[in-house]
């Protein structure tokens, strides 16, 4: 027998990483497209239609809301000074564009947003551990947010909302467990080992930065120098800019829901709409954009409240739109930050030297 070398098997599993995203969009579209075959798509395109012009202007409207929190969260937490929130702001949309339009595994966007915040001179590796921070909070305000839903669930007189309630704190009690050792991660030293682990990767997405200084710190530096206790303050706000964000995203779930003409779902339903959705398509994070993922969520979290399957499906189609209209915008800004690279660029350590 031929013993296969360890190189192949390392290509071969390398090969399958980068495969996962394709994986997920396709087994996404399958599950999407079985959503739509067994229901009745002219009922789904008569509830979407009553949303209206208004009323999905009014979703894009607090969608722009929500990712100009989490713009201004990531430069808080990100910590670089003589910079101010404007390339943050930027770059948030194009991080959100690329995870929702393209396909890429949830943190595609977050990877690119750190190579192109390194073309205003900020440090790689302090951008790289900028971003770091930045989704440990986002994920840390899903987590709450998605707790917030699971209690107000619990108060629903239904056998099946206390099942899924039952089911979806098992879930998180696993998250703070996943969460715990990303923190831990962090601050005892263990992205220094990752770091060397992604070499490659950061070499050729922060090239530009890293080849100033061969001296400077690497990540696990950076993080060291954000997670200071000094800093605590900003970081803080960073957090709650971000839970402000996820609370922010159940206004859209309601107005849609106004909208189609089911006005007695309150406030509080919709909260439990759109945090054990976004749980659900968090914990779906290869398949691109949680496509066919977020639509079968809102068909099991609208049975509940008494949302037939057809209206269910044309409230994730409404969650949608924004995503388009926002994300081409901002996948456009990337392009033109890419093209016009010199008109923004600043010469590597003019800022992030320092935190």
Request: proline share 4%; net charge positive; glycine share 12%.
């Amino acid at each position: 027998m031929i013993a296969v070398s360890s190189p192949p098997r390392r290509r071969l599993g390398q090969a399958l990483l980068r495969r996962i995203p394709l994986i997920g969009a396709l087994a996404g579209i399958l599950l999407a497209l079985w959503l739509v075959s067994v229901h009745d798509l002219g009922a789904v395109a008569t509830a979407f239609g009553r949303v209206g012009a208004a009323g999905l202007a009014a979703v894009v409207v607090v969608r722009a809301l929500i990712l100009l929190l989490c713009g201004l969260a990531w430069a808080k937490v990100a910590g670089v000074p003589g910079l101010g929130s404007g390339p943050f702001l930027l770059l948030r949309a194009v991080r959100e564009g690329v995870n929702v339009l393209l396909p890429v595994a949830s943190v595609g966007g977050e990877v690119l947003g750190g190579r192109l915040l390194t073309f205003w001179g900020v440090a790689g590796p302090l951008a790289a551990a900028g971003i770091v921070i930045d989704m440990f909070f986002q994920v840390v305000g899903l987590a709450l947010f998605s707790a917030l839903g699971v209690v107000l669930l619990a108060q629903v007189d239904n056998a099946q909302a206390a099942r899924l309630a039952t089911w979806c704190a098992e879930g998180l009690a696993v998250s703070v467990v996943v969460l715990g050792a990303f923190f831990a991660v962090q601050r005892l030293g263990g992205a220094g080992a990752l770091e060397r682990r992604i070499a490659a990767l950061g070499r050729r997405f922060l090239r530009e930065a890293a080849s100033g200084d061969a001296a400077r710190p690497g990540v696990q530096g950076a993080l060291d120098v954000l997670w200071a206790r000094s800093r605590w303050g900003a970081l803080l706000q960073g957090f709650l800019l971000h839970a402000a964000a996820w609370l922010l995203g159940a206004l859209e779930i309601w107005i849609a829901l106004q909208c189609i003409g089911i006005a007695d779902i309150s406030f509080s339903e919709a909260v439990v709409l759109e945090s054990l959705s976004q749980a659900i398509k968090s914990a779906a994070f290869p398949v691109p954009s949680g496509l066919g993922v977020q639509e079968g969520g809102f068909v099991l979290l609208g049975a509940i409240f008494g949302i037939d399957a057809d209206t269910a499906l044309a409230l994730s189609l409404v969650k949608r739109v924004p995503d388009v209209v926002l994300g081409l915008p901002s996948l456009l800004l990337w392009q033109m930050i890419e093209g016009r690279r010199g008109l923004v660029a600043r010469p590597p350590d003019e800022v992030g030297r320092e935190a």
